[in-house]
Each structure stands twice: as structure tokens, then as C-alpha cells.
């Protein structure tokens, strides 16, 4: 959420940002009128109470008194509804309100706008018919869409014998990783109140892309950024102590709206995945280098695993409206022939910090909103690649080496035929 004395004091750098986030809609000089409306009737509200304490000191003996209290009582009650009122329509209204940019956003529409910054590893040349990820997935026996499409609905799958295996060694061996660097792992709940949904920034602008249980106050969560970032709603942080760095595997889910017609084959755009997540709560003026701390992460996790991939400066039509500044990790999937989306991660300075009420309080004092991070470390995507990256001319999927110790295993072969 934007600051309102930032857009006060900047209305017309506001109005800009609008703009060029693709928001003409959101009118900053009503927002202006009511923010103005809401100060006075609040300035109103606080003389006439003030005036009423004054008076109730001589209602004992001044009944005139007793009578003018009794008046201001209805008179502030309608003051306070105002208020109230007003209160109301102006957060609903800044809600919609994207977070402010970095000036070096690039410009551009969607992703195919994204500039690249770097290429890292070499792009696997196959001297054989390269398959994708569904096909080596039934050949191999562990991928299974069909079932979970009759157990859910299309959207759903099980990865089964060496393919669940790998899935857990790669998402461990991810934690692990993390954890070494500094990361305080969790088990998070997988459902979320609204208040949190709100907070971290899915409420209201991805509100189509959640899964709401009927009758609770209750989500899936589409990511574990909602539980971690969530934890420490409401609280104030010693600054000493930041910045915090949490790391979480769950389940996720989304409902994917609007998807219809992307290059979804497969398991890549899916109902429900798994996910290893960073999330920083940091100083103000340590997030930009937090920032590319988590990037440094994903970057060294990719390496690692033997995975081809370039990094994009994610431009300003592909930035969700939480976010100040984003970069995207494509990998390169043999079977799609190109680089596809396996991380992100964004800075979201205080736009999610001023929602949940998370601040920090300096050795000397002084308090503020603090920044957060929330950044991909892992998700099933990287899984795909590794299928149709290391697959050989039989089938065969060679593991890569960082993962043989949790799964025991060093490839996974087609079943032998009876």
C-alpha cells in the first residue's frame, strides 16, 4: 500500500506512476478530496470531544452543561460515522493503488518485453528426437496426468515412484542449501485469511487466481510468500535483528484464469505445484542488495543443478502491481525448445509491510516499514527441465549429481518391458 503522505506531498509523480503501471482508472485527485474530507471531519470529531471533556467537568453544576453534552454525544456519533465512512472508501480506494516502480523498470507490455541481462551454461544439443517432459514422464512411469485428472480435474497430476522421489530430493536439497546461507526454514499452513491475502498483495488484484474455501475466511494459498510474509503481521521488529530470511516448502495453488492459450503441455502451467520459497524482511536501505542476494540464490541453485539459463529484467507490463522491481530466471527446456520461466523475484519495498502493520524499531528509537523480498528458490518447473535436459537417446534421465544423495539414485531408466 502507497503511503498517503507520499501521495500528497507527490500527487502528480503518483498520477504518473499510475499511468505508466497501466492504471489510468485510479483517480489520484479523488483520492486527494477524500484523504482532505477524512482530516477534517477527524480534526472535528477530536475539538468536539475535546470541548465535550471540558464541559462534562461542570455538569455537576451547570446543567446547561448536562444539556450540551447530551447534544455533542448525537452530534459526534454522526462525526464518527463520517469518519468511518470515509475511512473506509479511502482504503478501498488506494488498495487498487499499484506499488511505485524503479526507474529502471523497462518499458513494455508482456513478457516477450522482458529484456535479458545475461545467458548462463550451454544449451544441450541432442543428436536424437528430443522428448518433452510429458512424453519422458509416462515412458518413465512417473508422471501421471490422466489419474490426476480423473482424481481432481485436469490441472492436478501425481508424480509417482522415482519422479515423487526426485521431486522431494530436489526440494530438500533446496532448503538444505538455502538453510546454509542463512535461511530459517518453516512448515507454513497452506490456507490464509483474507487479511493476509490482502496484506501480502493477492487481494485484490490477483483475487481470480485463488482458491477460496465456501463459507470461511479461509484461501489456498498460492505461494508460501502469504504465510511467511504474514507471520510477523502486526508485529514491530528490532531492527538489530534484520534482516530475517525464512524459507518454506509447500504445496501451492491457483487457479491459473486467464491462462487459456499459453503453451501449458504438460505439467508447466498447472492447479497445484511445489515450491521452495525465499522471503527477506530487511532495513530499508539493505533491500536492493537483499534483492540481488536472492538472486545470487537462484542463480547458484540453477548452476548447480547443471541447468541452462538466461535472467530477464522483467518489464513494466509483466510486473504484478505489489512490485517495485522484478527479475525473472528462465531455464532452457529441451522439449519447448526455449527458455521458460522457473524463478521470480521481486522486491516489494513497504508495499506489503504497510498493509500488515510490519515495522522495525532502530537502537535509537525511530521506527519504520520494513522492505520485503519474496523470491522463488525452487518449484516443480525446474523438475521439467531437468526431464527433458539430461534425457538421453533411450528415455533414460541422468540425475543431476547435487541430488543423487537425497534420492539415492543416479538416473532414472524406462521399466523393463515383461
Known amino acids: 500500500m502507497i503511503d498517503m503522505k507520499l501521495i500528497r506531498e507527490n500527487p502528480e509523480a503518483i498520477k504518473a506512476n499510475c499511468i505508466r503501471r497501466g492504471c489510468p482508472d485510479i483517480d489520484v485527485d479523488e483520492i486527494l478530496a477524500i484523504d482532505k474530507n477524512l482530516r477534517e471531519t477527524i480534526q472535528k470529531a477530536e475539538a468536539m470531544r475535546a470541548e465535550r471533556n471540558r464541559l462534562s467537568k461542570e455538569c455537576q453544576t451547570n446543567p446547561a452543561a448536562r444539556e450540551q453534552v447530551k447534544a455533542m454525544k448525537e452530534d459526534l456519533a454522526k462525526l464518527e460515522a463520517q469518519e468511518n465512512e470515509l475511512s473506509a472508501t479511502l482504503n478501498e480506494k488506494i488498495s487498487w493503488m499499484p ?17 535479458e541481462i545475461r545467458k ?32 481432481a480435474q485436469s490441472g492436478f497430476y501425481y508424480w509417482k515412484g522415482k519422479g515423487a522421489q526426485l521431486c522431494l530430493a530436489l526440494h530438500m536439497w533446496t532448503i538444505t542449501e538455502l538453510t546454509k546461507r542463512g535461511f530459517t526454514p518453516f512448515m ?87 515450491k521452495v520459497e525465499q522471503i527477506i524482511f530487511c532495513m530499508p536501505e539493505d533491500s536492493e542488495h537483499e534483492h540481488q542476494v536472492c538472486l545470487e540464490n537462484e542463480e547458484y541453485l540453477l548452476q548447480q543443478l547443471g ?54 524499531k532502530a537502537p535509537d528509537g525511530t521506527k519504520g516499514y520494513v522492505h520485503t523480498i519474496s523470491a522463488t528458490a525452487m518449484t516443480d518447473r525446474a523438475l521439467i527441465a531437468i526431464l527433458e535436459d539430461f534425457q538421453q537417446e533411450d528415455g533414460t534421465v541422468i540425475v543431476p549429481e547435487v541430488l543423487r544423495p537425497f534420492c539415492g539414485f543416479d538416473k532414472i531408466e524406462p521399466p523393463k518391458k515383461a
Open 120 to 151: 548462463v551454461g550451454t544449451i544441450p544439443v541432442f543428436n536424437f528426437k528430443i522428448r518433452d517432459h510429458q512424453e519422458l514422464g509416462e515412458l518413465l512411469d512417473i508422471l501421471d496426468t490422466k489419474r490426476g485428472a480423473k482424481v
Open 99 to 115: 506499488n511505485i516502480l524503479a526507474p529502471e523498470v523497462p518499458q513494455g507490455k508482456d513478457d516477450q518485453d522482458n529484456v
Open 307 to 360: 541447468l541452462p539459463y538466461h535472467v530477464v529484467d522483467v518489464c513494466v507490463g509483466d510486473m504484478g502491481a505489489p512490485g517495485y522491481r522484478k527479475y525473472d530466471i528462465e531455464a532452457w527446456f529441451a522439449g519447448f525448445n526455449g527458455y521458460r520461466e522457473v524463478t521470480s523475484n521481486t522486491n516489494l519495498t513497504e508495499f506489503q509491510s504497510r498493509r500488515l502493520g510490519i515495522r522495525y
Open 188 to 274: 507454513t499452513p497452506v490456507l490464509a485469511k483474507e487479511k493476509t491475502m490482502f496484506g501480502t498483495g493477492y487481494l485484490p488484484f490477483f483475487a481470480d487466481q485463488t482458491y477460496k474455501l465456501e463459507k470461511e475466511d479461509l484461501a489456498l494459498i498460492g505461494t508460501s510468500e502469504q504465510t511467511l510474509v504474514g507471520y510477523h503481521a502486526d508485529e514491530v521488529l528490532d531492527a538489530e535483528t534484520l534482516p530475517r530470511k525464512y524459507t518454506a516448502f509447500t504445496p501451492c495453488f491457483r487457479t491459473e484464469s486467464g491462462s487459456y492459450g499459453k503453451a501449458s503441455k504438460g505439467i508447466f502451467r498447472v492447479h497445484q505445484f511445489h
